[in-house]
């Protein structure tokens, strides 16, 4: 062992290598400290019985680790799997105009909280405001960091120490193990169960109603659907009964949908307007699901319950940077026009026509000579928004026996990246999460892969 060790190169003779003294993309500093975790840990291996690797093997692990740095960090990748809202790919991308006042606002400096009129300090919040009650009906709007943190600020804000009712129906999972009651549970509040999980009833809310109860929590149960012997209190009752104890009623919408989806063949999904116009205080969305725009939190409802909101402590840990507010800006204005479907990508991919995404899929699979066909299939709208609910695509499909998975892993170590399906041994590619300018890039990786490894 000893010898091993002693057969370690030094830092200086690994750092004075030509291929470690001139490695692109990092440091030299960089380099040294890489070589040191490199040396460190190749003697904790030797102590553990392992042999010296080779100087040489050694130079090449250093090169990986700095090459490894140098790139890593998200990148772009092209979403053929027909999942609009790919909460794994991002959820949404934005629209131009929101990604270029995103450029702006993050290069240059802004009248983020600065009143150009008078010269005094501005809110952030008064850049959206406006087009927050605009577009939802409701007295004001504001916007922090993401949804959840949204309804964690508004209950910590108004029911810490107190309680809140919400039907056991919709204690959903939102994702990544997160759950909506360990959420709220994280402001103070003492969340009541009511109901079962397939069926509430208005008396159970009202049962529950104690002098500690602030509010009634409606939650949207955005990412399942509950079929047969259920029954749900409509949001209009549950505000009659808040408004006859003068409680409060909240409703978390997940989405933030804005038009009517039943338009595009998609299923019913609750609109912020109807939310607000039913009555509700206050009512919370997100901003990158099929709002269309940055991550972010929504917030719309009453003034009086927003201004106690906005001054409480949390507010400032969970507050939206000034680049996605730019972004959010930008997304809203879309509504104001009325250009929403052909300006945001979300919903120019829900109101493509499906004969687009054939004539697009068949010019790919005609490149493809035979090893690909055109099949019915499709599209979910995916980031936890309308389950049950799909549009008619047309795929592209590759029949490729054993070999599905090993094409699409060389699809996702294409440089851009491309995901796509993978079903009972077939490569299926939906153009619908696709924006038509990549089509072309998708083509030619697809024949690459095909190419590789079929024939
Ligand atoms: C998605 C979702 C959330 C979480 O939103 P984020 O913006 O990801 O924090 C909360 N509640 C519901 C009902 C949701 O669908």
């Given at each position: 062992m000893t010898s091993s060790l002693r057969s370690l190169p030094s830092i200086d003779k690994l750092t004075s290598d030509p291929r470690i003294s001139t490695l692109p993309g990092v440091s030299h500093s960089t380099t040294v400290s890489l070589a040191q975790q490199c040396l460190e840990k190749i003697r904790a291996d030797i102590s553990k019985g392992q042999d010296c690797p080779t100087f040489d093997d050694i130079v090449s692990e250093i090169q990986a680790q700095a090459q490894y740095l140098g790139r890593v960090g998200p990148a772009p990748v092209l979403?053929?799997?027909?999942?609009?809202?790919h909460t794994n790919l991002g959820r949404t991308p934005v629209s131009r105009e929101a990604a270029s006042a995103m450029l702006l606002a993050a290069t240059e400096a802004t009248n983020l909280e600065f009143e150009l009129d008078t010269g005094h300090r501005g809110s952030r919040q008064f850049h959206i405001q406006p087009l927050l009650c605009q577009i939802s009906g409701a007295e004001t709007g504001m916007a922090v960091n993401n949804n959840a943190s949204g309804v964690l600020l508004a209950l910590a804000a108004l029911a810490r120490g107190k309680e809140v009712i919400i039907s056991r129906?919709?204690?959903?999972?939102?994702?990544?193990?997160?759950?909506i009651p360990d959420i709220i549970k994280q402001s103070r509040a003492k969340l009541v169960e009511v109901g079962t999980t397939n069926r509430t009833y208005l008396s159970d809310y009202e049962q529950a109603i104690t002098p500690k109860t602030v509010a009634l929590l409606k939650v949207h149960s955005s990412n399942f659907d509950m079929v047969g012997f259920t029954h749900e209190v409509s949001l209009n009752d549950m505000v009659h009964l808040s408004q006859q104890h003068s409680l409060l009623t909240f409703h978390d919408l997940g989405s933030g949908c804005l038009l009517d989806t039943t338009k595009f063949g998609l299923a019913y999904e609750p609109l912020v307007q109807e939310s607000i116009s039913s009555g509700v205080d206050l009512a919370f969305f997100s901003g990158d699901k099929l709002l269309g725009g940055p991550q972010a939190g929504i917030i719309v409802g009453r003034k009086s319950l927003m201004d106690r909101i906005a001054k409480y402590p949390l507010a400032r840990s969970v507050r939206i940077d000034k680049i996605r507010l730019a972004g959010l800006a930008a997304t809203l204005q879309h509504y104001i026009k009325g250009e929403v479907t052909d300006r945001i990508p979300v919903w120019q991919m829900i109101a493509t026509p499906v004969k687009d995404i054939e004539r697009r899929a068949s010019r790919i699979a005609e490149s493809l000579k035979g090893s690909a066909e055109i099949m019915d299939g499709e599209s979910m709208v995916g980031g936890g928004s309308l389950p049950m609910s799909t549009l008619p695509t047309k795929l592209i499909a590759i029949?490729?026996?054993?070999k599905a998975a090993k094409i699409a892993q060389e699809l996702r170590e294409h440089y851009p990246p491309v995901v796509v399906r993978v079903n009972k041994g077939m490569v299926l590619l939906d153009l619908r999460s696709i924006a038509p300018a990549n089509d072309d890039t998708i083509g030619k990786a697809v024949i690459q892969a095909v190419a590789k490894h079929i024939k």
């Open positions: 979403n053929a799997t027909g999942i609009i809202l129906g919709e204690l959903v999972e939102i994702g990544g193990g997160f759950r029949p490729a026996k054993g």
